[in-house]
């Protein structure tokens, strides 16, 4: 009698415990296949720009073959759009990528792109250098002021490279950095 109630026990607790376990097996399948969804809702919704969006504008000069790019986030006004809604407000650029962390937006325009300089350091020397598109940089004028007779903020722009765009720009700075 004795192994009989033994036996009745311990086919009980096997009994309670595969069923324990299958409910939690269960259980466990739902809570992943809810997770799931949610996440999958949260990707869709997801593709729209946001706060954090980097917006990239690509100007490209029929002339000369210059793309010139202008970066910024995204503004309050293009926040919550989608790519159909963001190419309807920006008719006539080609959208070349749109993620919600990255849209890059490309425009062509005929004539020439403005003259871009940049100032650097050749030799301990202040000197200038001209951006010939896909060519890359190339030394216009090395001038006779040394870097360190400069105030150190301004030489370290110098040294990182200080861009300037046009020739008159160009001017007024030499002249500002040079008095």
Not at 15 to 30: D, P, V
Not at 136 to 150: A, R
Request: hydrophobic content about 35%; overall charge negative; charged content about 30%.
């Amino acid at each position: 009698m004795r192994k009989t109630i033994v036996i009745a026990a311990l086919c009980s607790f096997l009994l309670c415990m595969t069923a324990g376990y299958s409910f939690a097996l269960r259980r466990g399948e739902a809570e992943k296949l809810a997770a799931e969804m949610e996440s999958k809702e949260v990707l869709e919704t997801r593709n729209e720009i946001n706060a954090e969006t980097e917006l990239i504008y690509q100007y490209f000069y029929m002339a000369d073959r210059v793309t010139k790019e202008q970066k910024e986030l995204a503004p309050d006004f293009l926040q919550g759009l989608n790519r159909e809604q963001l190419q309807s407000i920006y008719n006539g650029w080609q959208m070349v990528l749109f993620s919600p962390e990255k849209v890059i937006l490309r425009c062509k325009i005929e004539g020439k792109s403005s003259e871009t300089y940049l100032l650097g350091e050749q030799d301990g020397y202040l000197a200038i250098f001209y951006e010939d598109g896909a060519k890359g940089l190339h030394l216009k004028e090395k001038t006779e002021v040394p870097l360190s007779s400069l105030p150190d903020g301004e030489a370290r722009q110098i040294r990182e490279g200080l861009r300037v765009t046009g020739e008159e720009n160009l001017t007024k700075l030499l002249a500002d950095l040079t008095s």
